[in-house]
Structure formats: structure tokens, C-alpha cells
């Protein structure tokens, strides 16, 4: 369970995060947000438990993450993944070049992932 200290610190970061947000998170919030999708909310860089989901829409229990090179074969993304299903939470991991390069692709898998 989770204590008042950490949920601060991740609601403190969680804030930080969504002003720093990288160039392929900014663009797919601008497809994703007003519940663009099939009248979705979707919320970002949004703490879950003791992590700080990139996009959630906590109606499907969908978790959306961006990856850039540094996830690739992540042992903390396995661990991460676990505990959100474990948890009832279905994650979506699409590639940062996907959404620059595709974003109608990223976000029609975002749809597929939420029905």
C-alpha cells in the first residue's frame, strides 16, 4: 500500500513529467485527449500505483507507453508490465518513431486495445 509520502512524490513527478513531455507524447496527446477515441478520457503521465503511466484512460484500465531505444529488452518494464496486469490493467507499448512516423497506426492500435 502505498503511503502519503509516495503518492506526493509521484503526483509531484507526475506533474513534472507532463511538462517535459517528449515530441511523440505531445503529438499523440493531441490525438488522444477530449476523448478523441470512441469517447474515451484519456489522462497523461498519470500515477498508477508506485508508477507514472504515460497515458491511461482508467475507464478500460488501459495503459498506454512510449518507448524510445532505452526500453528496449527493459527488465524494469517486465517487472512494471507485471504488476499493471496483475492489477487489471492492459498495457499498450508502441514505439516514439511509430507515433512520429505513423501516428493514424498508434492511435488505431490505441483503439483496438480499448474495445
Known amino acids: 500500500m502505498r ?3 509516495i503518492k506526493r512524490k509521484n503526483v509531484s513527478l507526475a506533474r513534472n513529467l507532463r511538462s517535459n513531455s517528449t515530441d511523440a ?3 499523440l496527446w493531441k490525438h488522444i485527449r477530449g476523448r ?3 469517447g474515451l478520457k484519456f ?3 498519470y500515477p498508477v500505483g508506485n508508477y507514472i503511466a504515460d497515458f491511461v484512460c482508467l475507464e478500460k484500465r488501459v ?3 512510449l518507448d524510445g531505444g532505452q526500453h528496449n ?3 524494469q518494464d517486465v517487472v512494471r508490465d507485471a504488476w499493471l496486469a496483475e492489477n487489471g490493467y492492459k498495457v499498450v507499448r508502441i514505439w516514439n518513431n511509430d507515433v512520429l512516423g505513423n501516428i493514424e497506426g498508434a492511435v488505431d492500435s490505441i483503439f483496438n486495445n480499448c474495445g
Open 36 to 38: 478523441a477515441i470512441n
Open 3 to 5: 503511503g502519503p509520502n
Open 63 to 65: 495503459v498506454v507507453e
Open 43 to 45: 489522462r497523461r503521465q
Open 73 to 75: 529488452e527493459n527488465k
Open 25 to 27: 507524447e505531445r503529438l
